[in-house]
């Protein structure tokens, strides 16, 4: 005969409303901190704003490190949403292109632990960040290009890299000269308009290298 399982097992098994509320607050302060400080922050000052003991922490996020990767994987998501609907918003397609990337850079110099890391992701893709950037620039190149105003031979590769490239504008000048990135971001969208007609450099990527880059990671 069956053994039924104790009434109280779904109990302990289901996580307690403080815990929950525990785990959410040191997500919340992290996500601040990292903004604010970037990825070398000390976890003492995540404890002191998440109003958690040291102890608490190390319970949810043995590792700094965990703490770091959940907090990034959601502000990426949330950084990559933002410039997604802001191109969406946007009607004209240029001018669509054009927003994305203000809004993504914008986005990018208010948060020093994804000006950091954002490099990263160019090699070590996380498909709910870069994959979401990449699906929305595709849709973006596809936009321009029907309505010949992109560039002849410009790719999905040629717009993410860029918008890496900026990045590194953004993170080297943004203390010293605050928007000069927005010059840079000027010179470089008028380098893809369609009245530039020379050819552009061949890609020498081995195609089983951009295969790689293009596809979501098995199990993932």
């Known amino acids: 005969m069956a053994v039924a399982e104790p009434q109280n ?4 098994r289901t996580p307690r409303v403080d815990a929950i509320r525990n785990r959410e607050a040191i997500v919340e302060a992290a996500a601040e901190v990292l903004a604010e400080q970037g990825a070398a922050v000390d976890v003492r000052e995540i404890a002191r704003r998440s109003g958690v003991g040291m102890g608490t922490l190390y319970r949810h996020f043995p590792k700094k490190e965990d703490l770091v990767h959940t907090v990034l994987r959601q502000d990426f998501v949330k950084w990559a949403e933002s410039a997604r609907q802001a191109a969406i918003d946007a009607e004209d397609p240029w001018a669509a292109l054009t927003t994305f990337y203000q809004q993504a850079l914008t986005g990018y110099a208010r948060h020093r632990a994804i ?42 590769d040629d717009l993410l890299l860029l918008l890496v490239s900026l990045g590194h504008a953004v993170q080297i000048t943004d203390e010293c000269r605050p928007q ?41």
């Not at 097992?9 to 302990?12: D, E, F, Q």
């Not at 709910?128 to 849709?139: F, K, T």
């Not at 893809?192 to 089983?208: G, Q, S, V």
């Open 115 to 156: 000006m950091e890391n954002f490099a990263l992701t160019w090699l070590v893709p996380d498909l709910e960040g870069i994959h979401q950037l990449r699906l929305v620039i595709e849709q973006l190149c596809a936009r321009a290009g029907a309505k010949g105003l992109l560039r002849p031979g410009v790719t999905t």
């Open 180 to 220: 000069m990135w927005n010059r840079l971001l000027c010179i470089s969208l008028d380098g893809l308009r369609a009245d530039h007609r020379e050819p552009l450099p061949a890609d020498t990527t081995p195609h089983m290298m951009r295969a790689a880059a293009a596809t979501p990671a098995a199990g993932r």
């Open 9 to 12: 097992t779904t109990r302990r």
